[in-house]
């Protein structure tokens, strides 16, 4: 069972369950999967980041194999997905909300445990926004998409700023559940603005404001 204090448990695990919820929905629209594939990819967005950081880590089996709350949240939010999903273009806002959640509870929890195991500060970072992208990755993936990390300018800024306010409050000695939640906080806010104002980092000159016309298939 994890060790972590009851506020970042929390944190973690709704993370957890929103982004099963998440990845399932976007099985259930861009790739119509049938229940199983729509509860397998939901459980892979959610756990599939802390599973990369734990392998990386050695932290063998990964902790979210080992504490049954992870895998059985990230498959009851996939089931939910299923079971509405003609019902959940009505819960978009939410859903992006709780995305923004866990986007940024794996942030700071990624970073933390990689400081535990003795990493230096910029591996750390390195590795806490692996475990918040890291599924969302697989998932997009999975399904033929560009990955949302590579598409969508603030998603894994917040990330890194999150995973970096981790690593500077554990080194100055104060790192604590305040710290971790207003790093979370931080994270989940810039994420929410960007989403709000439709806001991205720069884009090369020659690419900006256009888009290569879509290649015939083959």
Known sequence: M??????????DLTGTFAF???GALTAVRAARLDVVGVIVLGMMTALGGGVIRDVLLGSL??????DWRYYTLAAVGGLIAFALSRHLHRLETPITILDAVGLSAFAVIGASKAL????APAPAVLLG?????GGGTIRDTLVRRIPSVLRSGLYA??????AAMTVATVRMGVYGVPAALGAAMTCFLIRVLGLRYRLNVP?????SGRREPPRDSP
């Open 203 to 207: 884009e090369p000159p020659e690419t």
């Open 116 to 119: 535990e195991f003795g990493l």
């Open 129 to 133: 926004v692996l475990t918040a992208v």
């Open 157 to 162: 800024v917040p990330a890194l700023v999150g």
């Open 20 to 22: 099963g919820l998440n």
């Open 61 to 66: 089996p990964p902790a979210t194999l080992r």
């Open 2 to 11: 994890s060790s972590e204090p009851p506020p970042l448990l929390a944190l």
